[in-house]
């Protein structure tokens, strides 16, 4: 004689929640309370800018302050000048971003000039350390108004392809290592980009994910998709 079958009712109350449907809260300023780690997504799969995204619109979930910088994300012939994140993040309480990458991408004989990328690579990394300071300056253990402007603080700061930047020398890597260790204890700070292991962070970063490709369209031939690359 076989059991017979748990019925869909009896599965659902098994589970850790008990079955019980979560339901989303009014989003209410807080603060966290066990932020203050670096974490650093490289690899050549696609996911390091969509993990850090994710992870960012939790935290703005939970009443948190948060910020994104992207450098080298200014603009190419294959996606519109407005990706859908940066529409998502405008919608979000707490969230906000800046780019300030340049038209093109380094090294693609795209017609961008070279000089102009690492420009305003540096202007990305001068901009971060801006951050990093109002951050230092400001009370992360209290809620940020989530209308306030970047400059007054946040609790977590996403530095989106700044660790491309140093593996293309467009900054200097060892003045990433510089602004990560001046960074206050309670910020969590999040670097993403790079095809190439970040190994000049050292210890400096307390969470190291690489994000493997085994397979991508764009070998194949296909470009940028709106809705999923933009």
Request: proline share 7%; aromatic share 6%.
């Amino acid at each position: 004689m076989t059991d017979e079958p748990a019925s869909p009712a009896d599965t659902r109350a098994n589970t850790p929640g008990g079955g019980v449907r979560p339901t989303a809260r009014d989003i209410e300023p807080a603060a966290p309370d066990e932020f203050g780690l670096v974490q650093a997504w490289w690899g050549d799969g696609k996911g390091k800018t969509t993990a850090a995204l994710g992870m960012a619109m939790r935290a703005v979930g939970h009443g948190y302050r948060v910020h994104v910088l992207q450098f080298m994300k200014g603009g190419a012939d294959s996606v519109e000048d407005v990706r859908g994140e940066y529409n998502a993040i405008a919608a979000l309480p707490g969230f906000s971003y800046e780019n300030l990458g340049h038209y093109g991408w380094h090294a693609m004989p795209d017609g961008s000039e070279e000089r102009d990328h690492s420009a305003e690579a540096d202007a990305g990394l001068d901009r971060a350390r801006d951050l990093v300071a109002a951050a230092a300056d400001a009370n992360l253990s209290t809620p940020f108004d989530p209308d306030a402007d970047a400059d007054e603080g946040m609790h977590m700061l996403v530095l989106d392809e700044v660790l491309y930047a140093a593996e293309r020398e467009l900054v200097d890597p060892a003045e990433v290592v510089e602004l990560v260790e001046s960074k206050p204890d309670d910020l969590e700070l999040v670097l993403t980009g790079g095809h190439a292991p970040p190994e000049f962070l050292g210890d400096a970063a307390d969470l190291v994910s690489e994000v493997r490709k085994h397979r991508h369209p764009i070998d194949a031939g296909q470009r940028a998709r709106k809705g999923t690359e933009y």
